[in-house]
């Protein structure tokens, strides 16, 4: 079945992260990671409970109890909200490195590289690389607000609809980089996304969840990195040569 068979491919990036050759290009995206994710935790800590200290402050005594019942709400929130909008926010600054663990992973799978490009040359194909990662918060956008306010008018179906969004835009954002790698237009790219639908959504979906879990959400984005440039050797390569 392609679903189960594109979350394997999700998975499989976490043998690729070990391998000879590739840890050193794992690192700085980890690190951008990490630090992003430490600090923004630290900023939503302080800021949730100085609005709780507020709000507690507000309430009448024998209602001081809401502020337990208020911390489980908000963790959860958080778990299932903010992991997209971190992930949206630290693919944007990692963007280059991204695209250079991809470029090397698909090197270590084909033994062919994909250009002989200098590092200069590389330097100036970062603002394309940033280019294209507005493309994808510009598409993601005004989908996200149209199933962000359905979720609210038809609560069973939005949250099928936004789980399914989720799901692709996780398979957009991290196959996008083997073929950006190769100038494949993002049109082009949405367009053979779809064209096996199974394995798009199968791949987005174990993206899905690991995101959702504290800590092992830090290593995630170059496992679906390493992970969405084997997908793209496997049943997109031959097709582009």
């Not at 923004?40 to 337990?68: M, R, V």
């Not at 994808?136 to 949250?159: C, S, T, V």
């Amino acid at each position: 079945m392609q679903i189960g068979q594109g979350m394997e491919y999700f998975f499989s990036g976490f043998s690729l992260i070990t391998q000879k050759g590739l840890k050193r290009f794992v690192f700085i995206p980890l690190l951008i990671n990490i630090t992003l994710f430490g600090g923004s935790l630290f900023f939503l800590y302080d800021w949730l409970t100085q609005g709780f200290a507020y709000l507690n402050d507000l309430l009448p005594d024998w209602l001081s109890w809401l502020e337990w019942l208020m911390w489980p709400i908000a963790i959860l929130v958080i778990l299932f909200s903010y992991s997209m909008v971190f992930s949206v926010i630290t693919n944007f600054i990692a963007a280059p490195f991204n695209g250079l663990l991809s470029e090397k992973v698909e090197l270590y799978l084909t033994g062919q590289k994909i250009n002989d490009d200098s590092l200069f040359d590389t330097l100036k194909d970062v603002p394309r690389m940033l280019g294209r990662e507005w493309t994808k918060l510009w598409y993601y956008l005004p989908r996200a607000i149209g199933f962000f306010i359905l979720l609210w008018i038809l609560p069973i179906f939005g949250q099928i609809l936004w789980i399914l969004f989720t799901c692709w835009m996780y398979t957009v954002q991290y196959n996008d980089y083997p073929f950006d790698n190769h100038k494949i237009n993002f049109n082009q790219m949405k367009k053979d996304l779809k064209s096996k639908q199974g394995l798009s959504y199968g791949f987005g979906f174990a993206v899905m969840l690991l995101t959702s879990i504290p800590l092992v959400n830090l290593i995630v984005m170059p496992v679906a990195v390493c992970g969405a440039t084997r997908l793209w050797v496997e049943h997109y390569r031959s097709q582009y040569r």
